[in-house]
């Protein structure tokens, strides 16, 4: 190897260097190499990379739920949530009647079912 491919693009300094400074230059330079290798790990972590966008394809998921929501909230007028509430409320005083429609209902779809 000659002595241009050696040396960096920096200019060759004349003068001898103290071992501070060649520690230091070390230093620097296993830094950058440290740096290089911990990016080339990660591009080469194939299956982090799924694991990091799925992690970001559920927070979007999320994101985008929560909008929904509020924007149905927004949307739905006071009397229809006062009229679920109140549903809801007698349904818990008085869950018999519930239980029975409920059973009447699986019955209808379980004998419609039967007869296609």
């Known amino acids: 190897m000659d002595e241009a491919a050696r040396t960096s693009s920096e200019e060759v300094n004349e003068q001898p ?3 501070e400074e060649i520690r230091r230059d070390i230093e ?17 972590d194939v299956k982090g990379q799924a694991k990091a966008k ?5 927070q979007a998921a999320q994101e985008k739920t929560q909008q929904f929501s509020e924007k149905a909230k927004e949307a ?5 949530g006062a009229g679920a509430q109140q549903v809801a409320s007698v349904a818990q005083q008085n869950p018999v009647p519930l239980a029975v ?16």
């Open 28 to 44: 620097e330079t296993r830094e950058d190499l440290g740096d290089t290798a911990e990016a080339l790990a990660g591009k080469a």
């Open 76 to 80: 739905t007028p006071e009397s229809a």
């Open 101 to 116: 429609g409920a059973a009447f209902l699986a019955g209808v779809l379980v004998g419609w079912m039967l007869g296609r």
């Open 54 to 58: 799925v992690e970001g394809m559920k």
């Open 17 to 19: 260097r103290s071992p």
